[in-house]
C-alpha cells in the first residue's frame, strides 16, 4: 500500500490512487487510477503529442497532462520501445533521438523531481489486462500482444511481468512478425481480415511453440473489430480480445507506478 490517499476525510477504507500516462503517436493520455477496481476516478485529459515527438517536447506535453490534476505523487509512463531502468534502448517506430536518453530524469525534472516509472507501452497494457481485465481469470501464462504501427509484446505469469519482451521483432518464416502481422500491414496493402489472419497465427504459433501461453490477449484498435478476425485464428492456444481498449496504458502504467509489480 504505497500510494494511499484517503478519498475524503470520513473513509474508514483509503482508496488507493495511481497515476498514468500513455504515449501515443497522435495523444497523450492520462488519468487518476484506482488501483482496486483499475479504473479511472473522473476524465482522462489527452493532449496532442508533439510534433517531431522528440524526448523533450514529449517530457514536456506528459508535464503538461499531470499538472491538469495537480498530481504530485508517483507516476508512471508508457513508451513504444525497450526501456530499462528509466533508459531508452529501441524506437522501432518513433524518433530515434529517444534510443539512449534517461526519459524518467527527463520527464521527472520537468515536474520538479517527482518518482517517474516508464515501461513499454505493451507491457503495461498487459499488466492492465492481467489483472483488471480480459486475463483477469487467466491462471497460467498470459501474453498479450498489441496489433498497431508494429507488434508489441507483454508476458505475465500471477501478476509478475517479465519485462520488455519484443515479439514484434522475432523472426518468424523468414520474415520480422510485426512486417508480417502488424495492423499497418493489413492497412497498408488493403488485406481483408482473412488474408491478414493467416499472418497473425503463424506469428502466434511461433510464441506458443517457444512459450506454451494459457491464454492470449489481443489488444490495439484492430481488437475493436476481433469479432471479425479472432474466429479465423487456427493456433492452438485460446485468443482474447483485450478488455479495457483505450485505458489498459494508463491503468498499466500507474501500477508499475505503484510497485506492486515488477517492471
Ligand atoms: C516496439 C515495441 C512496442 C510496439 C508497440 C514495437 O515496434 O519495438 O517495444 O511495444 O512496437 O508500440
Same mark, same amino acid.
Given at each position: #500500500?504505497?500510494?494511499?490517499?484517503?478519498?475524503?476525510?470520513?473513509?474508514?477504507?483509503?482508496?488507493?490512487?495511481?497515476?498514468?500516462?500513455?504515449?501515443?503517436?497522435?495523444?497523450?493520455?492520462?488519468?487518476?487510477?484506482?488501483? !482496486?477496481?483499475? =479504473?479511472?476516478? &473522473? !476524465?482522462?485529459?489527452?493532449?496532442?503529442?508533439?510534433?517531431?515527438?522528440?524526448?523533450? $517536447?514529449? $517530457?514536456?506535453?506528459?508535464?503538461?497532462?499531470?499538472?491538469?490534476?495537480?498530481?504530485?505523487?508517483?507516476?508512471?509512463?508508457?513508451?513504444?520501445?525497450?526501456?530499462?531502468?528509466?533508459?531508452?534502448?529501441?524506437?522501432?517506430?518513433?524518433?530515434?533521438?529517444?534510443?539512449?536518453?534517461? $526519459?524518467?530524469? #527527463?520527464?521527472?525534472?520537468?515536474?520538479?523531481? =517527482?518518482?517517474?516509472?516508464?515501461?513499454?507501452?505493451?507491457?503495461?497494457?498487459?499488466?492492465?489486462?492481467?489483472?483488471? &481485465?480480459?486475463?483477469?481469470?487467466?491462471?497460467?501464462?498470459?501474453?498479450?500482444?498489441?496489433? &498497431?504501427?508494429?507488434?508489441?509484446?507483454?508476458?505475465?505469469?500471477?501478476?509478475?511481468?517479465?519485462?520488455?519482451?519484443?515479439? &514484434?521483432?522475432?523472426?518468424?518464416?523468414?520474415?520480422?512478425?510485426?512486417?508480417?502481422?502488424?495492423?499497418?500491414?493489413?492497412?497498408?496493402?488493403?488485406?481483408?481480415?482473412?488474408?491478414?489472419?493467416?499472418?497473425?497465427?503463424?506469428?502466434?504459433?511461433?510464441?506458443?511453440?517457444? #512459450?506454451?501461453?494459457?491464454?492470449?490477449?489481443?489488444?490495439?484498435?484492430?481488437?475493436?473489430? $476481433?469479432?471479425?478476425?479472432?474466429?479465423?485464428?487456427?493456433?492452438?492456444?485460446?485468443?482474447?480480445?483485450?478488455?479495457?481498449?483505450?485505458?489498459?496504458?494508463?491503468?498499466?502504467?500507474?501500477?508499475?507506478?505503484?510497485?506492486?509489480?515488477?517492471?
Amino acid at each position: #500500500m504505497t500510494n494511499a490517499e484517503p478519498t475524503n476525510a470520513s473513509s474508514e477504507t483509503p482508496q488507493r490512487r495511481g497515476f498514468g500516462v500513455d504515449v501515443g503517436g497522435s495523444g497523450i493520455k492520462g488519468g487518476i487510477v484506482d488501483m !482496486d477496481t483499475g =479504473q479511472l476516478i &473522473g !476524465d482522462r485529459v489527452k493532449l496532442p503529442t508533439p510534433q517531431p515527438a522528440t524526448p523533450k $517536447a514529449v $517530457a514536456k506535453t506528459i508535464a503538461a497532462v499531470v499538472k491538469e490534476f495537480d498530481w504530485t505523487g508517483p507516476l508512471g509512463v508508457t513508451y513504444p520501445g525497450v526501456v530499462t531502468h528509466g533508459i531508452v534502448q529501441t524506437a522501432a517506430n518513433v524518433d530515434k533521438k529517444w534510443i539512449g536518453s534517461n $526519459a524518467r530524469d #527527463m520527464i521527472s525534472s520537468e515536474l520538479s523531481g =517527482q518518482d517517474v516509472t516508464v515501461l513499454n507501452d505493451a507491457d503495461a497494457a498487459g499488466l492492465a489486462e492481467e489483472r483488471y &481485465g480480459a486475463g483477469r481469470d487467466a491462471t497460467g501464462v498470459v501474453v498479450l500482444l498489441t496489433f &498497431g504501427t508494429g507488434i508489441g509484446s507483454a508476458v505475465i505469469h500471477n501478476g509478475i511481468l517479465l519485462p520488455n519482451t519484443e515479439f &514484434g521483432h522475432i523472426e518468424v518464416g523468414g520474415k520480422e512478425a510485426e512486417h508480417r502481422a502488424a495492423s499497418s500491414v493489413r492497412d497498408r496493402r488493403g488485406w481483408s481480415f482473412k488474408k491478414w489472419a493467416k499472418q497473425v497465427t503463424k506469428v502466434l504459433i511461433a510464441i506458443e511453440n517457444a #512459450m506454451s501461453p494459457e491464454l492470449f490477449i489481443v489488444g490495439g484498435g484492430v481488437s475493436r473489430k $476481433a469479432d471479425q478476425w479472432v474466429p479465423l485464428l487456427k493456433n492452438r492456444t485460446p485468443v482474447v480480445a483485450a478488455a479495457l481498449q483505450n485505458t489498459a496504458g494508463i491503468v498499466g502504467a500507474a501500477m508499475a507506478a505503484t510497485r506492486d509489480v515488477t517492471h
